[in-house]
């Protein structure tokens, strides 16, 4: 069975900290496909990344990093120098086999950064 | 950018009526879902469709039917609605990845609507 786990439910920290999100998979196949996505106040999903299980290198988008380890069936997410405007609740996926691409979402994390 | 618009983003309704969220979306994706998001529980699949009058049933499609008569539009229905199912309900839609669509090339992600919140009494 397809499984995503974020132990962490809330988490608060205070602007330009460093953050890392957790996000442990469980899946049975070889190949699959892990998302994250951010929903804001305003409530509207927005993708971050996707990363399929045949590429184990990390990525960089600006103060985004994503870690990729098979080895440990993580794909983490830090902020780095955390803003105030990335106060949101983030969710890691992962594609579910035979479903036209639907996710399986974990239950999400929601980051409160202050000023 | 890719748009899914759900018609209503809030709604009351009463114990016992028929309920129908609309969803559409203007990317040509062959791929359509519907999730309602509840607080400690997350994003739940109900039903998805992977073309024109095709559907599938999710992990919680009790209480609920869906429509697909149209490539742009899915449609959510709750035949009798029912205090719990008071929730936010998300539409989403996607393309399989490496085809084209109007704007670009799908890469398989999903794109979601800005959500309803339908409330139960």
């Known amino acids: 069975a397809q499984k995503v786990t974020q132990a962490q439910t809330e988490i608060s920290v205070v602007e330009k900290e460093d953050v890392t999100l957790d996000c442990v998979y469980e899946?049975?196949?070889?190949?699959?496909?892990l998302f994250w996505y951010k929903q804001p106040p305003s409530g509207e999903l927005v993708f971050l990344i996707r990363r399929n299980s045949f590429d184990e290198q990390n990525e960089i988008s600006g103060r985004y990093s994503w870690n990729f380890q098979k080895s440990t069936s993580s794909f983490n997410f830090t902020i780095t120098a955390s803003q105030v405007v990335d106060s949101a609740v983030y969710f890691c996926a992962l594609r579910r086999p035979n479903s036209g691409y639907a996710l399986n979402f974990g239950k999400g994390t929601s980051l409160l950064v202050t000023p | 950018d890719v748009k899914v618009t759900q018609s209503s983003r809030y709604l009351v309704k009463r114990t016992g009526e028929k309920v129908f969220l609309e969803c559409v979306q203007d990317m040509d994706h062959e791929n359509m879902f519907w999730y309602r998001q509840d607080p400690g529980l997350g994003l739940r699949l109900i039903y998805f469709?992977?073309?024109?009058?095709?559907?599938e049933k999710g992990d919680i499609p009790e209480g609920y039917s869906v429509s697909r008569e149209k490539k742009e539009r899915f449609s959510l229905i709750l035949e009798s609605a029912s205090t719990n199912q008071t929730s936010m309900y998300l539409c989403?839609?996607?393309?399989?990845?490496?085809?084209?669509?109007?704007?670009?090339?799908?890469?398989?992600?999903?794109?979601f609507g800005e959500g309803s919140r339908l409330t139960v009494l």
């Open positions: 469709s992977y073309d024109v009058k095709m559907k």
């Open positions: 899946t049975r196949d070889t190949t699959y496909y």
């Open positions: 989403a839609s996607s393309g399989t990845s490496g085809s084209w669509n109007p704007k670009g090339r799908n890469t398989g992600e999903l794109f």
